[in-house]
């Protein structure tokens, strides 16, 4: 299946060659929050690529390695030859001086990390309309001793006489600090200048250009033919829906699998929103009972992942095999986002060539021929959402906490029934409503509860009870790679075990996770 929409923005752009930092996705976007369009690429990227996708500027990233390693990673040496403005940071700026002749790289005693004062003693046009002096936040091992021919110092800190460097006749630039991580001071002002004033970039990115280059591409890919969507109401999905329906209208049909693992209401919630307000084709796959049949017994987590990603992808085949008669369904549209699609690398020279992949519906069979159309394959999750926004989805669609692909399959612990799921489903509405209720739902990363496989005793009324316990997992993240639990004011988290106790038949206990990420993960399975 072969990606139809990725293809070459009408604007300006700009190459982050990844040598591996973990803020190579942190440069990527503070660009486009200066309006230009970047993307990044592995660091081994061959020039006549760069060449067709029309860069005007690269900038190499940081990264673990060291130059003086020598299977540390290298750009084509040709990037250098491009005559396009080069900036390198960090890992950058040492390989500029390791591989651009005469420069001199050596390990430093010391390593130097965090915060530091850059004093700039030149004219540069890197640190135009700057002040003179500027707080940076540094780290790095090497350190460079002798800069290659053609540059020259511009600015220094405390520990380095060269930490930020320019070559003005090739227009090469290199920065010792991190100008993208929030701790510079006026660092994003330093990226503005190296596209803007160097790269001569137009700052034309834009959410309502975005969407209207996309209407335009996603039109003439589909033309008449017909494209089928797995609408979950997760972000992702619902935004790529309602683009596409923008573009195409009723040639686009969605299909939400209800398979007895949704939230309270979720089937309703999603019918009314899209069916009623966007008119939306949308078709319903009631399907629970063929998924609860298929997950009776299973209680190994792994096992109950696999099985729910295949009957998705069954019930999702006969669903389109149903269509056929109204029309040519040519494409299968996913709402994948750019962080899934960046290539990663393996930094000891041999690129992974690896995509990260979705752990929810891991594609369709190929026999079903089907194109992919993922109109959201150049945006960030942020920038998703203002795309919703911009769409006109309501706040609960565009700001709704994550929900893993496998649903509360994987929040019942154990093997899953169906009273079993019901206690879940209420529980967790409850939760939902207090989370709400108390201002907090949109102030933490994800707020859910789990149902353990165990029963303990308690006492209602005057009668021994011996039921379910119900677990509370409320977490802060700003990406779900590390997490911490919320600390959540005593009166909410009381209010909420009251009402599941006493709301819901089947739970005498409430417990609190109180386990971050690492050692835990978020979800319990
Ligand atoms: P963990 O449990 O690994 O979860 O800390 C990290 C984030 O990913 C979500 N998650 C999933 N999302 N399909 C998804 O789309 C899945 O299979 C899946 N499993 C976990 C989880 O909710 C959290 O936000």
């Not at 799921?421 to 409850?430: F, G, H, K, M, Y």
Request: glycine share 8%.
């Amino acid at each position: 299946m072969k990606p139809t929409t990725d293809t070459q923005p009408a604007q300006d752009a700009i190459a982050v060659l990844d040598f591996g930092s973990q803020y190579t996705q942190v440069i990527a976007r503070r660009i486009r929050e200066c309006s230009v369009y970047s993307k990044i690429y592995p660091f081994n990227t061959k020039v006549s690529q760069l060449k067709a996708d029309g860069i005007k500027g690269i900038i190499l990233s940081g990264g673990p390695s060291s130059v003086l390693s020598k299977s540390s990673p290298r750009p084509d040496a040709g990037v250098f030859k491009m005559g396009i403005p080069v900036l390198g940071i960090c890992y950058g700026i040492q390989l500029m001086a390791h591989m651009l002749g005469g420069g001199k790289v050596a390990k430093s005693p010391q390593r130097e990390f965090g915060h530091g004062t850059l004093t700039i003693h030149k004219d540069c046009p890197l640190f135009a309309g700057l002040p003179k002096s500027l707080r940076v936040w540094n780290s790095h091992g090497d350190r460079i001793d002798q800069l290659a021919k053609g540059f020259s110092p511009v600015a220094s800190t405390e520990n380095s006489s060269f930490a930020a460097i320019h070559d003005p006749k090739r227009n090469f630039y290199g920065l010792q600090f991190h100008p993208e991580v929030a701790h510079s001071e006026l660092g994003i002002e330093v990226l503005r200048n190296f596209l803007v004033k160097i790269c001569g970039c137009r700052d034309n990115w834009s959410m309502s250009g975005y969407i209207e280059r996309k209407i335009t591409e996603i039109r003439e890919a589909v033309g008449k033919d017909r494209v089928i969507l797995g609408l979950s109401g997760g972000v992702d999905s619902s935004v790529a829906a309602a683009l596409i329906h923008k573009a195409i209208g009723r040639q686009l049909t969605c299909v939400f699998v209800d398979n007895g693992l949704c939230r309270l209401h979720e089937r309703e919630q999603v019918q009314k929103l899209y069916g009623d307000h966007f008119d939306l084709d949308l078709r319903v796959a009631r399907k629970s009972a063929v998924f609860l049949k298929k997950l009776k017994g299973v209680s190994d987590p792994e096992r109950k992942r696999k099985i729910i990603g295949r009957t998705f992808v069954e019930v999702f085949d006969a669903e389109v095999k149903k269509l056929k008669a109204r029309g040519n369904y040519r494409f299968l549209a996913q709402g994948t986002l750019y962080p899934d699609v960046i290539e990663s690398v393996s930094i000891d020279g041999n690129p992974a060539a690896l995509i990260k992949s979705h752990h929810n519906v891991g594609g369709l069979p190929k026999r079903m021929k089907l194109q992919l159309l993922e109109p959201l394959r150049e945006l960030f999750k942020d920038e998703v959402r203002a795309l919703g926004t911009e769409l006109g989805l309501p706040r609960e669609v565009v700001w709704r906490q994550p929900f893993p692909g496998p649903g509360l399959g994987v929040r019942m612990l154990g093997a899953v029934n169906r009273s079993g799921l019901d206690v879940l489903r209420r529980a967790d509405a409850i939760l939902h409503e207090e989370m709400m209720a108390s201002d907090l739902y949109y102030k933490v990363w994800q707020s859910f509860c789990v149902f353990l496989p165990v029963k303990t005793v308690g006492v209602m009324g005057d009668e021994r009870t011996y039921e379910n316990v119900i677990a509370l997992r409320i977490v802060e993240s700003v990406d779900a790679m590390t997490a911490d639990w919320a600390r959540v004011p005593y009166e909410v988290l009381r209010t909420v075990s009251n009402r599941i106790i006493n709301e819901v038949n089947g739970v005498n206990r409430v417990v609190l996770d109180i386990s971050s990420k690492p050692p835990s993960t978020i979800e319990w399975e």
